[in-house]
T-cell receptor, first 114, second 115 residues
């Protein structure tokens, strides 16, 4: 079945550092790809999405590009802030899962130190 | 408005209690979801309602009983729960489209503790 693999955390960075969180997926067909963020004590918020190959999703300084050739959707941010500390989930939905099922990665906990 | 609301925020219940979790959205979405999330884990899908009909039940024990009274409301009725059911319960909603891109909007969750 379809699956999502994220880099293991936790990840700890200093403020203004460059961030990359790796995400790769296994799916047949053409899934849609998402990054969700979960701040402490809260639900999940959609951060960005991409629906076809070479699409770039972006929001709040975060970016991710749908790379079909490498089956990847890595999350990047050029300069992180303390407020970016959260858990980040990569997810996919696609024909194999039906239109209403999300497959999540295990999540990456990010801590930004001042 | 892209808000999904959930009540209560916290709930403590004994194993013999009956309680309900509530979820509401006003985005006109016709798909609504219940997820269970344990600490340091991703959400696990429990139920999906599409056009107010149950379309997916991920083999959830019968002590969890979902209900969708109308297109804006989703309830989860709880009865005779076990301590291992303690978790964050998340509600989400989305548009319904056939194999097209969509995103799910999540509520803040109900933190459930079963004693």
């Amino acid at each position: 079945g379809d699956s999502v693999t994220q880099m293991e955390g936790p990840v700890t960075l200093s403020e203004e550092a460059f961030l990359t969180i790796n995400c790769t997926y296994t799916a047949t067909g053409y899934p849609s790809l998402f990054w969700y963020v979960q701040y402490p004590g809260e639900g999940l918020q959609l951060l960005l999405k991409a629906t076809k190959a070479d699409d770039k999703g972006s929001n709040k300084g975060f970016e991710a590009t749908y790379r079909k050739e490498t089956t990847s959707f890595h999350l990047e941010k050029g300069s992180v802030q303390v407020s970016d500390s959260a858990v980040y989930f990569c997810a996919l939905s696609g024909p194999n899962q039906g239109a209403q099922k999300l497959v999540f990665g295990q999540g990456t906990r990010l801590t930004i130190n001042p | 408005d892209t808000e999904v609301t959930q009540t209560p925020k916290h709930l403590v219940m004994g194993m013999t209690n009956k309680k309900s979790l509530k979820c509401e959205q006003h985005m006109g979405h016709r798909a609504m979801y219940w997820y269970k999330q344990k600490a340091k884990k991703p959400p696990e899908l429990m139920f999906v309602y599409s056009y107010e009909k149950l379309s997916i039940n991920e083999s959830v024990p019968s002590r969890f009983s979902p209900e969708c009274p109308n297109s804006s409301l989703l309830n989860l009725h709880l009865h005779a729960l076990q301590p291992e059911d303690s978790a964050l319960y998340l509600c989400a909603s989305s548009q319904v489209t056939d194999f097209s891109s969509y995103e799910q909007y999540f509520g803040p969750g109900t933190r459930l503790t079963v004693t």
